[in-house]
């Protein structure tokens, strides 16, 4: 089975900033035990952009998702929880439901990975066995949480048309 690390295109600029949301949402919450601290729904405020676009994955400041990508999740994970998060620019009147899901973390990724410097797949590898009954999953290589998902649900969200994300394939082990 083929893995990739899951990320947002870089080609959007305009995607939403999120602001406020360290006082809102802690890193250490996202986690199957400690996601009851973290409130079912939670409005954000994001920079004001005339040109904001909203693709269907943010990967920061968290794994965010659209509710496409989010039914394609449970269709591979249906026991995954989601905290829904609606992302809200008041001047310009946009807004858009997101999702955050609750993934298992894996301890499943090792290779070269230099503090300030882009995380390069050609040096990741994955550790096949320790997901292999898992679609999709929360991934720490050196302190930077990474998303990695297996083929099927990758053709998935291709299949539906999802936009703004970038795979990056990585070596299983």
């Not at 946009?94 to 300030?116: A, W």
Request: charged share 25%.
């Amino acid at each position: 089975m083929k893995y990739f690390l899951i990320k947002m295109d870089q080609k959007f600029d305009t995607a939403p900033e999120v602001k406020g949301w360290f006082d809102k949402i802690k890193h250490s919450n996202i986690c199957v035990k400690r996601s009851h601290n973290i409130e079912k729904r939670q409005l954000l405020f994001i920079e004001s952009n005339p040109n904001t676009v909203f693709p269907d994955i943010l990967t920061f400041p968290f794994f965010l998702v659209t509710a496409v990508v989010r039914d394609v999740v449970r269709l591979y994970e249906p026991n995954v929880l989601f905290k829904q998060i609606v992302l809200l620019d008041p001047r310009y009147s946009k807004t858009c439901t997101y999702y955050l899901p609750i993934l298992n973390e894996v301890d499943c990724l090792s290779g070269e990975h230099r503090p300030g410097k882009a995380v390069n797949s050609n040096c990741i590898k994955v550790d096949t066995q320790k997901i292999s009954d898992q679609s999709i999953v929360y991934a720490m290589l050196k302190e930077k949480r990474c998303v990695v998902a297996n083929l099927s649900i990758v053709e998935s969200f291709l299949r539906r048309g999802v936009v703004g994300v970038d795979l990056e394939e990585i070596i299983g082990k």
